[in-house]
């Protein structure tokens, strides 16, 4: 996965106006799909100049308030988005989408769920609320999502050390307990931050192009590898 614009994954029923005969005749490249990952001939999706391989689309869920947004502005600007709170759902966002628990969303983010190819699940350290409203999203995810999604259990706000109410052994352990991989991340300091969309890239590129008798990418095993490697502090 990289940073570009979203792709509709499975479900989708756009169909081209021109055959593809038509397309090559004009010099156009026709991109391809298989298991709702769309595979194009390194085509440009917009003015920037930005080529893909191939792309999934990733969501990022959680209660009101728990940095999703800032998370995605971190992971795209490198910057801290600072301010009042807007509630946001179902906002494609290069390729990303962060989904608001409201209830008039709710019929909105399921459909959204469907085609995800991965979740990262964000709860607040310093809001009790939040953490303990994860079993119920997990719920949520299992009944709507694909079988197979990728899903991550980020802590956020990590940089509140002050306000802080959940430890992170209560994460590690709701994490354990789920079989996802867990780590603690901070919009506002950057931490963990690269690292938490990396991780889920590899594994959905490893799942995507994983040959016969290769071995299956252990994503918790990189992520401790990784934090060990700069000390847990990755920005």
Not at 75 to 84: E, N, Q, R, T, V
Not at 119 to 127: F, P
Not at 151 to 172: F, P, Q, W, Y
Request: glycine share 8%; proline share 4%; aromatic share 8%.
């Amino acid at each position: 996965m990289s940073r570009k614009k979203a792709v509709k994954g499975k479900g989708s029923s756009n169909t081209p106006s021109s055959s593809p005969s038509s397309d090559k005749e004009k010099g156009k490249k026709v991109p391809t799909q298989s298991n709702g990952v769309v595979h194009p001939s390194r085509p440009s999706l917009s003015n920037s100049g930005e080529f893909y391989d191939i792309a999934f689309k990733v969501m990022l869920v959680g209660d009101s308030g728990v940095g999703k947004t800032c998370l995605l502005v971190r992971f795209k600007d490198g910057a801290f988005l600072a301010g009042s709170f807007i509630s946001t759902v179902g906002i494609d966002f290069r390729q990303v989408m962060f989904v608001s628990p409201l209830e008039r969303f709710r019929s909105v983010t399921h459909a959204y769920y469907r085609d995800a190819h991965a979740l990262l699940l964000l709860y607040d350290v310093t809001n009790k609320a939040s953490f303990d409203n994860i079993q119920a999203w997990l719920t949520e995810i299992h009944e709507f999502t694909q079988q197979n999604v990728v899903i991550m259990l980020l802590g956020n706000k990590a940089d509140s050390t002050h306000e802080r109410i959940v430890k992170r052994e209560e994460g590690e352990k709701l994490a354990k307990d789920f079989g996802v991989p867990f780590m603690e991340t901070s919009a506002k300091s950057g931490l963990n931050v690269e690292l938490a969309f990396t991780a889920v890239a590899k594994e959905l590129k490893h799942r995507e192009m994983k040959e016969p008798n290769e071995p299956k990418f252990q994503l918790q095993e990189y992520v401790n590898k990784e934090m060990k490697g700069v000390g847990c502090c990755r920005s």
